[in-house]
């Protein structure tokens, strides 16, 4: 009696007999074998115009789709979306029903309302069986969608799928198309960090000095990324290792922000320039501190990679970039010291490596700033306590603690108007304990 009421239950649902579909949607199989043995509407489509094919497909119960096949579904019903039976077995990775549609005369060219075609969705899905399949039966490989203009070698390349990337190249996709915005597979290759992808592109023709269209090498965007070992594979196959983005950065100062040791060394390896420098003047940000007031400029130019890691507080990277000759004495061009790129990180760890590196203490930027001035500009974010452990050692080593810069700052002064009542504390404390006044607050 039960199964009998759970039968006519939406019958007449927005005029569709919508039992087969509601049956699927709980996953009761008996009911819908049930209904398929008394005829019911195997094709009545839901209000979005989806199929109970569609439904069991969705949910990946392909033995209720196998019956509402050799019931009579239709394959090649769309939803409202362009959605089809065959389009959700390729977003479901199914073989066995992708196999089954295509027997019963599905369109292997089917596309979602954007133009994403079923090859599109399997090649982002990675089961390189289904790929297969479709081409087999005539899947256009160079189909694009609509919006992006993206195509089924795109998607394989930005979701690491590195074996449907070489099978869609064996079955000649284009390696070169581009996106509307400019992405080709290569470049989604390498943001999702896909060396054997990277690899292939290359060995099939793709340029290794790739640019978008703002003039980003390929590379650049690898490094930005933090893909070593797909930024290993573009240097292997000929990227340019000192190429520079409109900044000046090279990938190397990028690998060293990051904090990248396998990048660094491999592109040291591959002949970047160690003491790369950015130029004289960049426009935009504040000085190694940034931010503050304190005494340096709009950020300063010609930065190695070596001072960018001690500002991003990378000592690991700092460290291999010392082992590949980098040069600790460099100033940027407002003079401003490795030291005081290390201090600007606001990170103890990156100071007392810096120092070993650079010790003076005493030095002066352009700015007359001091190392001290550079630990308390723009490291607001940074934790007082943190904070205070650079001040302390930076004073244990003799960094002059009250003095003025070419604005007439102190430290203290600096701290002032931020949150950094425990630095000022312990600014406080050092400069009584040198036998200084202590400085007054003018909040």
């Known amino acids: 009696m039960r199964l009998a009421i759970l039968l006519v239950v939406g019958a007449s649902l927005y005029g569709a007999d919508l039992r087969v579909i509601d049956a699927i949607k709980r996953r009761d199989h008996k009911a819908v074998t049930a209904l398929v043995g008394q005829h019911a509407d195997v094709n009545a489509t839901a209000p979005d115009g989806a199929t109970p094919l569609a439904w069991a497909t969705y949910l990946d119960d392909a033995p209720t789709a196998q019956l509402l096949l050799q019931s009579g579904a239709k394959v090649n019903t769309a939803d409202e979306y362009g959605e089809t039976p065959l389009t959700l077995a390729c977003a479901n990775g199914n073989a066995a029903l992708t196999a089954s549609f295509i027997k019963a005369g599905a369109d292997v060219n089917a596309a979602r309302w954007d133009g994403e075609t079923a090859?599109?969705?399997?090649?982002?899905?990675?089961?390189?069986?289904?790929?297969?399949?479709?081409?087999?039966?005539?899947?256009?490989?160079?189909?694009?969608?609509?919006?992006?203009?993206?195509?089924?070698?795109?998607?394989?390349?930005?979701?690491?799928?590195?074996?449907?990337?070489?099978?869609?190249?064996?079955?000649?996709?284009?390696?070169?198309?581009?996106?509307?915005?400019?992405?080709?597979?290569?470049?989604?290759?390498?943001?999702?960090?896909?060396?054997?992808?990277?690899?292939?592109?290359?060995?099939?023709?793709?340029?290794a000095n790739y640019a978008l269209p703002d003039g980003t090498k390929v590379l650049l965007v690898a490094t930005s990324y933090k893909s070593a070992q797909a930024a290993g594979a573009l240097v292997d196959g000929g990227a340019d290792p000192n190429v520079a983005d409109r900044a000046g950065n090279t990938p190397l100062h990028t690998a060293a922000q990051v904090g990248s040791v396998e990048l660094i060394e491999k592109l040291l390896a591959k002949g970047a320039n160690v003491?790369?420098?950015?130029?004289?003047?960049?426009?935009?940000?504040?000085?190694?501190?940034?931010?503050?007031?304190?005494?340096?400029?709009?950020?300063?130019?010609?930065?190695?990679?070596?001072?960018?890691?001690?500002?991003?507080?990378?000592?690991?990277?700092?460290?291999?970039?010392?082992?590949?000759?980098?040069?600790?004495?460099?100033?940027?061009?407002?003079g401003s010291t490795l030291l005081m790129a290390a201090a600007g990180s606001g990170h103890v760890e990156a100071v007392k490596y810096a120092y070993e590196l650079d010790p003076n203490t005493a030095a002066l930027n352009d700015q007359k700033a001091t190392v001290m001035h550079a630990a308390v500009t723009g490291t607001?974010?940074?934790?007082?306590?943190?904070?205070?452990?650079?001040?302390?050692?930076?004073?244990?080593?003799?960094?002059?603690?009250?003095?003025?810069?070419?604005?007439?700052?102190?430290?203290?002064?600096?701290?002032?108007?931020?949150?950094l009542d425990q630095v000022q504390d312990v600014l406080t404390r050092l400069i009584v304990q040198a036998g200084g006044v202590a400085p007054k607050s003018k909040r």
């Open 119 to 207: 090859l599109m969705i399997a090649a982002g899905t990675g089961n390189v069986e289904v790929v297969r399949q479709l081409i087999a039966h005539g899947a256009k490989v160079d189909g694009a969608d609509s919006r992006k203009g993206q195509t089924a070698l795109m998607w394989a390349a930005a979701e690491g799928h590195s074996d449907v990337v070489d099978l869609l190249i064996k079955s000649g996709a284009t390696v070169n198309a581009a996106s509307k915005s400019g992405f080709n597979a290569l470049v989604f290759a390498a943001v999702k960090n896909d060396s054997k992808s990277v690899r292939a592109l290359l060995a099939a023709g793709v340029d």
């Open 275 to 334: 003491n790369a420098r950015t130029p004289k003047s960049t426009p935009g940000g504040r000085g190694f501190g940034g931010g503050g007031g304190g005494g340096f400029r709009p950020l300063a130019g010609e930065q190695t990679p070596l001072m960018m890691a001690a500002k991003a507080n990378q000592p690991e990277a700092m460290r291999a970039l010392v082992k590949g000759g980098a040069d600790p004495t460099l100033k940027a061009s407002d």
């Open 380 to 419: 607001g974010s940074v934790p007082q306590p943190e904070l205070c452990k650079v001040v302390e050692f930076l004073a244990s080593k003799g960094a002059p603690l009250n003095e003025k810069d070419a604005r007439g700052r102190t430290p203290f002064d600096i701290c002032d108007p931020l949150p």
